[in-house]
C-alpha cells in the first residue's frame, strides 16, 4: 500500500467518466510519478482557432480540473514567417468565450529563447549534438525514407551519416555561438541532436534542433537569428512550466520517443507525452493551413465567416459555447482518429437554442396578404409566448392589421397533394392570430404573377380563445406590413459539397469540393419590430424557418440575421442507423 500523503490524497480523486487520458493520469498519481496535474494548451499564433483546437483546449482543461491541477496558456511561437500578435490577441478572445481560464498563466515559448539556447549547448558539451553544414535538402536525402516491399510490408533502411557528425565538442560549441552571432548565411548550418541516423523511427535520426533564419520575431524581433525547432522546443518548454501531462493529437505519436529524449538527455522535468484523436468533422476542413487559403483567396469573407469552423465563425454563425462543449463531452476522448458526422454538432446547438432563444415571425419572401372583412385603421395586439421551453421568457404583444405579409410559399394558386396552407377555398391559423379563409388572389397580367392574396377572418378565432374549436390542418406565421421592419438575412449552406473535402484525386485540391452556393443574401426580408432594437449575437428562433442570430455588421441600413441551422434534426436519424449497425 502505498502511505505517502499525496498518494493517499490522490485515492479520493474519481473521474466522473472513464477515458483513457484519465486512466493513465490517475495511474501516474497512485504509482507517485506525479503528485499533481499540471496541462498546457499549446497553440501556435498562426491562424484562429477552430473546433479541432476546442477538443484540445476541452481535454487540456477538463482533465487538470478533474484531478484538482491547473492549465497553463502557452503561445508556441518559434516560427517567426508566420507569427503574428493579432493571432495571439484572437486565441486569447476565443478560449474565453469557449469558457475556459488560464488565469494568470499565460506564457510564450519565445520567452525561453535563452534557456532553450543553454540546453542545447549542455547538449553539445555531452557529445549529443552536433552543428551540420549539410542544407535542409541533403539532410533529407541523408535520413533516408520509408519503403514498401513486395508484400507492402514498410522498411527504414538504414540513412547515411553527415560527414559532419563527428565534429568535436570544441568546435561545435565554437560554431553554435557563430551561428547565434549571425556569422553564417541562413540555411547555410543546422544543429543535430546526435542519436541513430539507423533508428527505425525516422524521426529519431539526428533530428534539427536549431536552423538559421533572418526573419523578425513578432515579440523579439531581431534579437536572434536561429529559432528552435518544435520537437526539440516543446518538450523543454513543457519541461520548464512543470507540465505533467501533455496532451496533444495523434500525429505526434511517433515524436514521442525523440520528446522523451531531449527530456532525458536535457535532464529536466520529466514531464509526459499522451496522444489523442484528432477531431475531424464532415463538410469542413479543420487545418488552419486550409483555412488561411480559404480566407487568403477570399471563398470567405474573413477568419470570422458564418461558414468557417474557426471558433469565431461558429460564434458569428450563433453557436453558443455551450453547445459545443456539450458535443466535446458527447464524442468523448478516443484513441483513434474519426470523422464525426456534422449533423451531431447541429444537433447539440438545436438542443441549446430550442432552450435559449426566444420566438419571433419573420417573413423571407414576402406576399401580401389582405384581410378583406378587417377595418382599414384596426390594430389589434395579439399576445405572443417568447419562449415555450422557458416560461420566465415571458410574453409579448404583435401587431395585427389589415395588411399582413406571409412567406410566398405559404399560398399556391392550385395546391399540389397535402398541401395544408393557403390556396382559394381553404383556411388557415395566422399564428397567435384568427382563422383565416383564402377568398381569391391578385395577378399581374403582364407577367403572371401573384401580387396578392385576400382572405377573410373570423373573428371567433382569436388564438388562445377557448370558444375557438374549428380545427384547421395549417399554421402560417405573419408580420403586419404597417409595422414590420425591413430586415437583411443570410442564408449559409455548407462550404463544402461533398462530406469528405480532403478526399480529392491525386492532382486535385480541396477547393474543387467548394459549395458554389454556400451563402445566399435575402433583401427581401421583413420581421418583428422587436429585431429592430437587438445586439449583436442575439438569438433567435423564427418561426418555422430556424434559428437566427444578429450580425455584427452594421455598414447597412438594416439589421442583419444569420442563419444558425435549421429546425429539422437530422442526427436522431443518423444516430439510429449507427446504433442499429452496430448492433448487428
Ligand atoms: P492545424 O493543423 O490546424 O494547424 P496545429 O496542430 O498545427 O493545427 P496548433 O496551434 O499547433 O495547431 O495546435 C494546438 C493544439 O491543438 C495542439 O496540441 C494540437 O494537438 C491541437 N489540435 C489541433 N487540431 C486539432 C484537432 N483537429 N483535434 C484535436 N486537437 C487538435
Ligand atoms: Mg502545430
Known amino acids: 500500500m502505498e502511505t505517502t500523503a499525496s498518494a493517499a490524497d490522490n485515492e479520493n480523486v474519481k473521474p466522473e467518466s472513464t477515458d483513457f487520458i484519465s486512466e493513465a493520469i490517475a495511474e501516474d498519481l497512485k504509482s ?32 487538470a480540473q478533474k484531478f484538482g491541477g491547473k492549465t497553463n496558456l502557452r503561445f508556441d511561437d518559434t516560427n517567426p514567417e508566420k507569427e503574428d500578435m493579432s493571432y495571439v490577441e484572437a486565441i486569447k478572445r476565443d478560449i474565453k468565450w469557449l469558457g475556459y481560464d488560464w488565469e494568470d498563466r499565460e506564457y510564450y515559448a519565445s520567452d525561453y529563447y535563452e534557456y532553450l539556447y543553454e540546453l542545447a549547448v549542455k547538449l553539445i558539451k555531452k557529445g549529443k549534438a552536433y552543428v551540420d553544414d549539410l542544407s535542409e535538402e541533403e539532410i533529407r536525402v541523408y535520413r533516408g525514407t520509408a519503403v514498401a516491399d513486395k508484400n507492402n510490408i514498410t522498411h ?33 548550418k543546422t544543429l543535430r ?40 522546443q516543446h ?56 483555412l488561411l487559403q480559404l480566407v487568403n483567396e477570399k471563398y470567405v469573407s474573413g477568419w470570422d465567416d458564418p461558414r468557417m469552423p474557426t471558433l469565431a465563425g461558429l460564434r458569428r454563425r450563433g453557436y453558443t459555447p455551450e453547445a ?16 464525426v458526422d456534422i449533423a451531431l454538432l447541429e444537433h447539440c446547438l438545436r438542443e441549446d437554442l430550442n ?50 405579409w406571409i412567406e410566398a410559399d405559404d399560398f399556391q394558386e392550385v395546391p399540389p397533394p397535402k398541401y395544408f396552407r393557403l390556396y382559394p377555398g381553404n383556411s388557415v391559423r395566422l399564428r397567435y392570430g384568427y382563422i383565416v379563409t383564402c377568398t381569391g388572389f391578385d395577378k399581374d397580367p403582364a407577367t403572371g404573377q401573384i401580387t396578392a392574396v385576400r382572405c377573410t377572418y373570423d373573428p371567433e378565432t382569436r388564438g388562445g380563445n377557448a370558444q375557438d374549436n374549428r380545427k384547421v390542418k395549417g399554421t402560417i406565421h405573419w408580420v403586419s406590413v404597417r409595422h414590420a421592419i425591413p430586415i437583411e438575412v443570410r442564408l ?38 422587436c429585431l429592430a432594437d437587438t445586439k449583436p449575437e442575439e438569438k433567435f428562433q423564427f418561426e418555422r424557418i430556424g434559428y437566427f442570430v444578429r450580425d455584427p455588421d452594421n455598414a447597412g441600413t438594416k439589421p442583419v440575421f444569420n442563419k444558425t441551422v435549421g429546425l429539422r434534426d437530422t442526427w436522431a436519424k443518423i444516430e439510429k442507423k449507427v446504433v442499429g449497425q452496430s448492433a448487428e
Not at 261 to 274: A, G, H, L, M, T
Not at 507 to 522: H, R
Request: glycine letters at 4%; one cysteine or more.
Open 355 to 404: 432552450k435559449r432563444a426566444n420566438r419571433v415571425m419573420a417573413v423571407l419572401k414576402p406576399l401580401k396578404l389582405i384581410i378583406e372583412n378587417w377595418p382599414e385603421d384596426k390594430v389589434e395586439e395579439l399576445d405572443a409566448v417568447n419562449n415555450p421551453e422557458d416560461p420566465s421568457a415571458g410574453s409579448r404583444k404583435v401587431q395585427f392589421s389589415r395588411e399582413l
Open 156 to 188: 527504414t533502411p538504414p540513412g547515411k551519416d553527415s560527414p559532419y557528425r563527428n565534429r568535436s565538442v570544441q568546435e561545435n560549441l565554437d560554431l553554435f555561438a557563430r551561428m547565434r552571432a549571425g556569422e553564417f548565411p541562413d540555411g547555410s
Open 235 to 290: 518538450p523543454l518548454s513543457d519541461a520548464k512550466e512543470g507540465i505533467t501531462h501533455s496532451l496533444c493529437s495523434l500525429e505526434y505519436e511517433i515524436h514521442r520517443p525523440l520528446y522523451e529524449w531531449f527530456i532525458r538527455e536535457c535532464e529536466v522535468f520529466p514531464s509526459r507525452q499522451i496522444e489523442f484523436a484528432r477531431l475531424n468533422i464532415t463538410r469542413t476542413v479543420l487545418s488552419k493551413r486550409w
Open 492 to 529: 449559409y449552406d455548407y462550404l463544402f459539397a461533398v462530406e469528405r473535402p480532403m478526399d480529392v484525386p491525386p492532382g486535385g485540391s480541396f477547393l474543387d469540393n467548394i459549395n458554389p452556393n454556400s451563402l445566399e443574401v435575402i433583401q427581401t426580408a421583413y420581421g418583428e419590430p
Open 193 to 232: 541532436a546526435k542519436i541513430d541516423m539507423a533508428h527505425p523511427n525516422l524521426v529519431m535520426r539526428d533530428p534539427v534542433m536549431y536552423r538559421i533564419r533572418r526573419i523578425p520575431h513578432y515579440r523579439v524581433g531581431n534579437a536572434w537569428c536561429i529559432y528552435p525547432m518544435y520537437d526539440f
Open 324 to 339: 459545443i462543449r456539450d458535443f466535446m463531452s458527447r464524442i468523448g476522448i478516443a484513441k483513434t482518429d474519426s470523422m
Open 32 to 63: 507517485g510519478r506525479y503528485d499533481h496535474v499540471h496541462t498546457r494548451f499549446p497553440p501556435e499564433p498562426n491562424g484562429w482557432l477552430h473546433i479541432g483546437h476546442a477538443k484540445a483546449i476541452s481535454v487540456d482543461f477538463s482533465m
